[in-house]
């Protein structure tokens, strides 16, 4: 029986981890907390599908229209095909395990208009479609652990993977439940652990989700992608914790941005791009607010109490409980903020990264987006690509090992050590804050040069010290021994940034504001001996 590895339990790892026991395969489902506590459960607005009852002229073809054109052209189209059209089976799928979908006076599922597309497909679960989705994946992983086919281990964060000529046989993991090293081997390995929050700090989305996987895996030698294309939300809120977030959905019932203006409010999206302005893809939305340099407002009380409470009435709950904001009476003061990376590990349509038996799905991979993902096509890419795995898993040739991972284990083992007993004057957390301060700056949702080679410079002075940091005990070592991961990703980031001399959906260069031709195609990057690699996958070996 093949023996799979996933890591990460949010929508993509649980989806993944059903399909594979379906398949009559071991699976191994890792992550440091249970799925409830996933960013998959803060989900909102919904999930993109052309079902039997859509909008009169919608269709699958355009959905994948939508989908190449809101990525700006370098989004793969075989992948998006695929992607479109699974979706109407996703949907029937995600009902019948149990998902619970709004539905119209006819029973039909409800559909929502969202950003970037050119008819209402968007399905949803009131405002929490996340939550009932991760809920019902969750039921029926739990059904499928029953009766043995899927082992979930909760407390165990991703140190490294273990890879031997140009192969994946499993990975080693911090415990934290007995603070040691593990190791865990399997024929094939999947990644699902989500975006690169942590290295922005306050975003909409969770800090549990920091990147690290990503960046010690491109240390590792797998090849990551396009990673200067970073989503700035149009609409959150700032709070004391996070950005939260103001679902599209509020745009879909009709929002309204605008600024004020010698007392009258200017409806400045609307003013450029006419009735469909507040629906414009998030790059052009985010773009367009940086570009007014005012204070922006979101209005959705036209549309009475009533209604809001019927349509969005997590949203209502939201603004009112952290911001005192009664949406039915006010105008919510809204602005961008990182809420999505277009960009991660690099994989082919079956979700293969360069390296042997090493796949990646969900928010860590890099496929389906481009420059620029639409609204509710991310749930949609994070159940697909793992049911893409899962088959591609099942084809695979499953070649025994031998290897003995003693040697790594030790060194994992060391490394712990050496954290415990460093005594240099650089804390964990200063550096991340520090970190998370240089990257709002000099990366922004617009760059140049100057500010790039600025953040580069910051960072690889934090490199330089990463070793050398002081372990608070009180601080988890997870904390200590990610650090140089995450910091090696930002340089990353800010590498493909700087390579790329163009402006193309959400990386907007003020010193390139024109799309090249010549940039139409994603950027790969690699790792060798601290030197990070950029170049142009211009034969298209990761999109097809
Ligand atoms: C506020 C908000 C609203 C959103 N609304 C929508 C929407 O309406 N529609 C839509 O399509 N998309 C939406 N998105 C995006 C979407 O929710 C995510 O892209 C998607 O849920 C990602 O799923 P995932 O399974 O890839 O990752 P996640 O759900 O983030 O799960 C990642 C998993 O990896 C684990 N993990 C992380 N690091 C490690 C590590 N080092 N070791 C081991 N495990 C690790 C985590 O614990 C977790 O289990 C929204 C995002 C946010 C933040």
């Not at 700032?238 to 200017?266: C, D, F, I, P, W």
């Not at 009380?301 to 009533?306: P, Q, V």
Request: hydrophobic content about 35%.
């Amino acid at each position: 029986m093949k023996k799979v590895l996933i890591i990460g339990s949010g929508i993509a790892g649980l989806t993944c981890a059903i399909e594979c026991a379906q398949r009559n395969m071991e699976v191994i489902l890792v992550s440091p907390f249970s799925s409830e506590r996933s960013q998959s459960v803060l989900a909102a607005g919904g999930i993109n599908a052309v079902l039997d009852n859509c909008d009169p002229g919608d269709s699958i073809d355009c959905h994948i229209d939508d989908t190449l054109k809101g990525g700006c052209d370098i989004a793969g189209k075989s992948a998006v095909t695929g992607l479109c059209e699974s979706a109407p089976d996703i949907i029937r799928w995600l009902t019948k395990i149990g998902t619970v979908f709004t539905n119209d006076a006819d029973g039909n599922i409800s559909r929502r208009a969202f950003g970037g597309q050119s008819y209402k497909r968007t399905c949803y679960c009131g405002s929490s479609t996340g939550k009932q989705i991760v809920t019902a994946l969750v039921m029926e992983a739990r059904r499928l652990e029953g009766i043995g086919r899927i082992k979930r281990r909760l407390w165990m964060d991703f140190h490294s993977a273990l890879i031997r000529d140009g192969r994946c046989f499993g990975a080693l993991f911090f415990n934290e439940s007995d603070y040691d090293i593990e190791v865990i081997t399997a024929d094939s390995v999947v990644f699902a652990t989500g975006g690169q929050n942590a290295l922005f700090g306050k975003t909409t989305g969770s800090i549990l989700c920091d990147g690290y996987a990503e960046g010690r895996l491109l240390m590792q030698g797998v090849k990551l992608k396009n990673l200067e294309f970073i989503q700035y939300h149009p609409t959150t809120m700032e709070t004391s914790q996070k950005k939260m977030l103001v679902s599209e959905a509020v745009r879909g019932e009709g929002g309204r941005l605008y600024y004020e203006e010698n007392g009258k409010r200017v409806y400045f999206m609307e003013d450029r791009y006419g009735e469909r302005g507040n629906l414009m893809p998030r790059d052009i939305v985010s773009g367009c607010m940086a570009e007014t340099g005012r204070d922006i407002f979101l209005d959705i009380s036209f549309l009475g109490k009533e209604r809001i409470l019927d349509r969005i009435p997590e949203v209502y709950e939201l603004c009112k409980k952290y911001r005192g904001i009664d949406i039915s009476k006010e105008s919510i003061p809204v602005a961008p903020s990182v809420h999505f990376f277009m960009g991660g590990i690099a994989v082919n349509n079956s979700h293969e990264s360069n390296i042997g038996n090493l796949y990646a799905i969900g928010e860590c991979a890099s496929i389906y987006h481009g420059a620029n993902r639409l609204g509710g096509n991310s749930l949609l890419a994070a159940i697909y690509g793992a049911k893409m795995a899962a088959a591609s898993i099942e084809r695979s040739e499953s070649k025994a090992f031998s290897a003995d991972f003693g040697s790594e284990l030790e060194m994992a083992r060391m490394e712990l050590q050496t954290l415990k007993s460093s005594k240099s004057p650089f804390p964990v957390v200063y550096i991340r804050y520090m970190l998370a301060e240089t990257m709002k700056e000099t990366l922004g949702i617009v760059r140049d040069e100057a500010s790039l080679k600025k953040g580069l410079e910051e960072v690889s002075y934090y490199l330089s010290v990463a070793d050398k940091i002081r372990y608070d005990s009180s601080e988890f070592a997870y904390f200590g021994y990610s650090l140089s991961g995450i910091l090696t990703l930002a340089k990353a980031v800010l590498t493909s940034a700087l390579f790329r001399r163009e402006s193309r959906g959400s990386h907007i260069r003020s010193d390139y504001p024109d799309t090249e031709e010549g940039f139409r195609a994603a950027t790969i990057v690699s790792y060798d001996e601290g030197r990070i690699g950029t170049e142009l996958d211009t034969e298209g070996a990761y999109e097809n």
